[in-house]
């Protein structure tokens, strides 16, 4: 099993800052890619970001050159760096683990960009 814990959420004006981690714990082994998620109220959950064990990395096109995701293997972490925000970025922010035989979703932080 691994557990996802999400941290950095919360309101913020837009045009401005936030950065969001996600920690993961327990049997972690070999290569795994994770992700981060939105979900807005009425709406699909979407790709924001994803990165794979290599460092690849993919990102939904309405943050593409506003968002940033990173990995840090040591510490089985991964961040979102999100700049420019905008209002319509306001949704429950969910990380993904995923490896060849489990995945499983964080528990969800909520970003608000107030206009």
């Known amino acids: 099993q691994v557990q996802l814990v999400e941290s950095g959420g919360g309101l913020v004006q837009a045009g401005g800052s936030l950065r969001l981690s996600c920690a993961a714990s327990?049997?972690?082994?070999?290569?795994?890619?994770m992700a981060w998620y939105r979900q807005a109220p009425g709406q699909q959950r979407e790709l924001v970001a994803a990165?794979?064990?290599?460092?690849?990395?993919n990102y939904g096109s309405s943050v593409k050159g506003r968002f940033t995701i990173s990995r840090d293997d040591a510490k089985n972490t991964i961040s979102l760096q999100m700049n420019s925000l905008k209002p319509e970025d306001t949704a429950v922010y969910y990380c993904?683990?995923?490896?060849?035989?489990?995945?499983?979703w964080g528990q969800g932080t909520q970003v608000t960009v107030s206009s």
């Open positions: 993904l683990y995923s490896d060849t035989d489990f995945h499983t």
């Open positions: 327990g049997s972690i082994f070999g290569f795994y890619a």
């Open positions: 990165i794979t064990s290599r460092g690849s990395t």
